[in-house]
């Protein structure tokens, strides 16, 4: 190809409409780019394309997540009040540490994610999505994400807390509001909506917390509080951050997988109508979904080091935008990538990523879809989308419908 490669920009409405097409062209034409910036404060950030590429680089601990322990805590700029709460309680998160604070916090939650332990909570979750399906049968119609998508998950995961009952919405919106920080080059009103939720969460969850340490009972909060991983315990501060993580990333994911999995459905019957006559496929079928339409599009990390990749030089301090959705539409790793198909058996997908950041929640984001679209397609045979143009949410990260209305 003769001429110059155009920036790239994930943050173009054409982008959020259809992502896989711009993939294409830069994994073909300029897989190691040097491209618009995730932050303002950045001059440019790297962004890799190829199936290869992105599982060296999320394996590499050359990549981390913690920029401040390579530049001089004099070069980085003042936090604005008005921002403060959020960042300084997400920059606790396991998932923006590197080890050995990342490998302490995860090994104190890992146990309440084990592939054994989410498999217990299938009845419950069973019982959660029958309940919603009950509730909208009659009135013959639904927004897929609003009544269903986003109420499930995030009911699973208030239970898991001992978040009770009566503050649930509240949570809701609080979720929504720190989901929308997290994603890249978010506005200033936005972050500063979710400084003012951190500290009314904050306060919610100190309350809560003092109430578990004098009544602890079956729940993952009092399993946290109680939790001692060779002589390690989570701090106050870092408890409370662990959950506000747990409670948003224990929903994000799982909506967006949902939304992109029946709307991929609805948009191939002969897909949807495979697994609803052949409910065993539900396994390969939930795999083949998550490759399809990922619901984190990409991740970020920085070079640790001056690194060598494909003959170009990623210089320490670099952001790195890792994209999982066009790893996971390779031709070079998967078969006629754009083709959705429910039977692809050998579907080593990364829309959970890789390496010591691997979605703690994966077991449960699994769990949770198969038992949603699998109750979808049994209870609603005459399923059918309400719109040709679905709009999807203005974010970059992840990758998601806001509506997705529905008649049957």
Not at 71 to 91: C, Q, W
Not at 120 to 148: C, Q
Not at 162 to 170: C, D, I
Request: a negative charge; hydrophobic letters at 45%.
């Amino acid at each position: 190809m003769s001429g110059t490669i155009p920036l790239f920009n994930p943050f173009s409405s054409e982008f959020r409409s259809d992502p896989y097409t711009i993939y294409q062209y830069y994994r073909l034409y300029d897989p190691i780019h040097w491209g618009a910036a995730p932050t303002p404060t950045l001059p440019g950030s790297w962004y890799i394309t190829r199936y290869a590429d992105v599982v060296t680089v999320l394996k590499d601990p050359r990549f981390g997540r913690e920029l401040r322990r390579i530049l001089p805590p004099d070069s980085i700029p003042p936090l604005p009040d008005a921002l403060r709460p959020f960042v300084e309680m997400a920059g606790q998160w396991m998932l923006f540490r590197d080890p050995p604070d990342h490998t302490r916090l995860r090994t104190l939650v890992n146990k309440a994610f084990t592939p054994a332990a989410v498999m217990r909570l299938r009845p419950r979750i069973e019982a959660i999505a029958n309940g919603l399906v009950d509730s909208i049968i009659p009135v013959g119609g639904m927004d897929l994400i609003a009544d269903y998508a986003f109420p499930l998950p995030v009911t699973v995961i208030a239970e898991m807390l001992g978040v009770p009952a009566t503050n649930r919405q509240q949570l809701r919106e609080w979720s929504i509001a720190l989901a929308a920080a997290i994603d890249v080059r978010q506005s200033l009103e936005v972050t500063a909506r979710a400084g003012q939720v951190t500290l009314a969460l904050m306060v919610f969850l100190q309350s809560l917390i003092a109430a578990k340490r004098q009544q602890p009972d079956d729940d993952l909060l009092s399993a946290l509080i109680a939790a001692e991983e060779q002589g390690e315990r989570l701090g106050e501060a870092e408890l409370i951050a662990m959950c506000i993580l747990l409670l948003v990333a224990g929903h994000e994911t799982t909506v967006n997988l949902i939304g992109n999995g029946m709307l991929a459905l609805l948009r191939h019957s002969d897909q949807l109508e495979l697994w609803r006559q052949n409910p065993a496929l539900s396994q390969t079928a939930i795999e083949e979904l998550l490759r399809f339409d990922a619901p984190v599009q990409m991740t970020f990390r920085f070079v640790m080091e001056d690194v060598e990749l494909d003959g170009k030089l990623l210089r320490k301090g670099d952001s790195v935008g890792i994209i999982l959705g066009a790893a996971n539409r390779d031709p070079a790793q998967f078969p006629d990538p754009d083709r959705l198909d429910l039977r692809r058996t050998d579907n080593r997908h990364h829309a959970f990523g890789a390496g010591i950041h691997y979605c703690l929640g994966a077991p449960l984001a699994r769990l949770e879809g198969q038992i949603a679209i699998h109750t979808l397609l049994q209870c609603l045979p005459n399923i059918q989308m309400q719109t040709s143009e679905p709009i999807w949410r203005e974010m970059i990260s992840f990758r998601g419908l806001r509506s997705l209305p529905i008649s049957f």
